[in-house]
Structure formats: structure tokens, C-alpha cells
């Protein structure tokens, strides 16, 4: 759902970094994944949890999925 990504502002790596979560990975699998460090995954997830409007893992995947922007 590209428009919907677009609205709220979410940017490539980030969208990444939510698919890594509803998949399950931890915060340094998701960083090791990604080539990048425990800490920007953090932003990352941070700065997502926020465009989407939730304070937790499950809270993000549910409304990402409400939003279709996961299957």
C-alpha cells in the first residue's frame, strides 16, 4: 500500500525494519539482517512506532496490517 506508507511518512528502511518485526526477529537480528547497528534499529523502530501511532511491537504489526501494509 504505497500511498498509505507515503501519508504517514515511512521511509524504506523503516517499512524493513517492520517487515523484520512481524516476522519476529529481535531487535540485534533485525541489525545484524540489516547491515546496520543495534541502536539504528532502535531509532528506526522508535520513529515508526510513532508515525504509526502505537508503543509496541504487536500494536505496530496489528495496525500495519489494518493499514494493509503487510499481508
Known sequence: NQPELERLG????????LEHIALGLSNQ????????????????????FSKLGVRRRTEAIRRAKELELLP
Open 10 to 17: 515511512i521511509s524504506k528502511r523503516e517499512y524493513e525494519v
Open 29 to 48: 537480528e533485525i541489525a545484524e539482517k540489516l547491515f546496520v547497528s543495534l541502536n539504528t534499529v532502535k531509532t528506526h523502530s522508535s520513529s515508526l
